[in-house]
């Protein structure tokens, strides 16, 4: 049997097994076990062990532990409610402010998680009442919460990133780095968009005469101000050469841990469970998922599947940036059914060898993979992001959800097509700290 046949065989059998429901790490698992008991013989088997424990065997892997740790101890304390208190203070003058405190207040608590779900709902659950009760339209309401939720896989420190890296063994601080601005240039089209809809349907959501103190202001900021001040040492240690990633994720993660302790009170021994069992049922999943995938990028290759589709694309000398368009409509396909982490981890050995060979940037590339697998956290089938903002607001139907999302994926592909025209954005701030990149 060709390797065409083979793979066509493989990506059938992959994605029946994704849609099925079964937990990833354990379709992957199955599906190369199968495949390459099929085409190898039995006697093939006794790699899988090996293999499945190299892809574990990497001291990298102990930041997602830690950064989940990060995420888990914030999601439960009520942070996340500060830094939206903290926003809608400040931002209330503006038009549609509740929901433009929203997008800010997902913006920092992406950099504080690097969770998309944690991000989504744990603004959503405080975000979506309010701006309902305040009288906001339901798909703004929502759609925004969705939207901004997606911030956290792309703003660092970020899970996704951390998985591209060591799929590509691309450097993790560059990426970390290259996500800054095309974070904040998805945020501020998230902003515009907003501003510009509130404003059409001329919405307000406090009266003309409303205002708050500078003293009300003022004391919004100090709960929120030590973990701000995390995130920037945690970023300063790792771009300054002082820690690795491992190392700096640790130490952000049991500062984290302290100050919600400290500053939240809890002391209770089922708090810290919460946010042990959190940690605990996140970070095994994910684990599990990268293992699998390298047992399924093993498989792929011994098969000679992503050599084969490297050279028939090379041989069909299409020009670079078409290129790039069927790799972007290919990773958007995917992701309307497939998590990020299992893209990431599926895709890079087929696509990363491609993308090199076709001259672009490994570190912006990684930026606009992320930026893809966003799209597919808001848009359905799967759309994660909307299921879990529907049971914040399971009034709100789905379809309304949906719709509501539909001009955010919009800037997202306006961001991914300003990132082509200007890679700069993406790959200054890393080149300028770091130095150029030896690809």
Not at 321 to 349: D, E, H, K
């Amino acid at each position: 049997m060709s390797p065409g046949m083979q793979g066509a065989i493989v990506l059938v059998a992959t994605f029946a097994m994704l849609l099925s429901g079964a937990p990833v790490a354990f379709a992957l698992g199955a599906i190369s076990i199968v495949f390459i008991a099929l085409f190898q013989g039995f006697g093939a088997l006794h790699v899988v062990a090996e293999t499945f424990y190299a892809g574990l065997n990497d001291f990298t892997l102990v930041s997602i532990p830690m950064f989940v740790m990060m995420g888990a101890a914030i999601g439960s304390s009520p942070a996340g409610k500060d830094l939206y208190e903290a926003l809608d203070r400040w931002l209330y003058r503006l038009p549609g402010g509740l929901a433009i405190s929203n997008l800010g207040a997902c913006g920092l608590f992406a950099a504080l998680t690097g969770s998309s779900p944690a991000c989504c709902a744990a603004i959503g659950k405080m975000g979506i009442p309010e701006m309902r009760k305040r009288g906001y339209p339901d798909d703004v309401a929502t759609g925004s919460i969705c939207a901004g939720g997606t911030l956290g896989i792309l703003i660092p420190p970020s899970i996704t990133f951390i998985l591209y890296g060591i799929a590509t063994e691309t450097s993790i601080g560059r990426l970390f780095l290259a996500g800054v601005f095309p974070g904040i240039l998805l945020l501020g089209l998230f902003i515009l968009w907003t501003l510009f809809i509130i404003w059409k349907r001329g919405f307000r959501s406090h009266a003309p005469d409303f205002r708050y103190t500078w003293r009300q202001k003022v004391e919004s900021v100090p709960k929120i101000a030590p973990f701000l001040l995390i995130i920037a040492g945690v970023m300063y240690a790792l771009y300054g050469g002082i820690a690795t990633p491992s190392e700096a994720a640790g130490v952000g993660a049991a500062l984290c841990v302290v100050l919600a302790v400290v500053i939240y009170r809890m002391w209770k021994p089922d708090r810290w469970w919460q946010i042990l069992r959190d940690t605990t049922r996140e970070s095994v999943m994910i684990l599990m998922i990268i293992a699998a995938a390298v047992l399924f990028g093993y498989m792929l290759t011994s098969l000679y599947l992503t050599q084969t589709l490297a050279q028939a694309i090379a041989d069909a000398h299409l020009n670079r940036w078409a290129l790039m368009g069927l790799i972007n409509l290919f990773l958007l396909v995917c992701g309307f059914f497939i998590p990020p982490a299992a893209i990431i981890l599926m895709t890079s050995p087929i696509l990363f060898p491609i993308v090199k060979a076709a001259g672009f940037d490994p570190v912006w590339f990684g930026v606009i993979m992320t930026i893809n697998m966003e799209i597919g956290l808001i848009h359905p089938p799967v759309g994660l992001n909307i299921y879990i903002v529907n049971s914040i607001a399971p009034d709100v139907p789905v379809q309304r959800v949906m719709w509501g999302t539909i001009p955010y994926v919009g800037c997202m592909v306006l961001a991914i097509v300003i990132l082509c025209v200007f890679p700069e954005i993406a790959t200054w701030l890393p080149d300028t700290l770091m130095g150029p990149a030896r690809h």
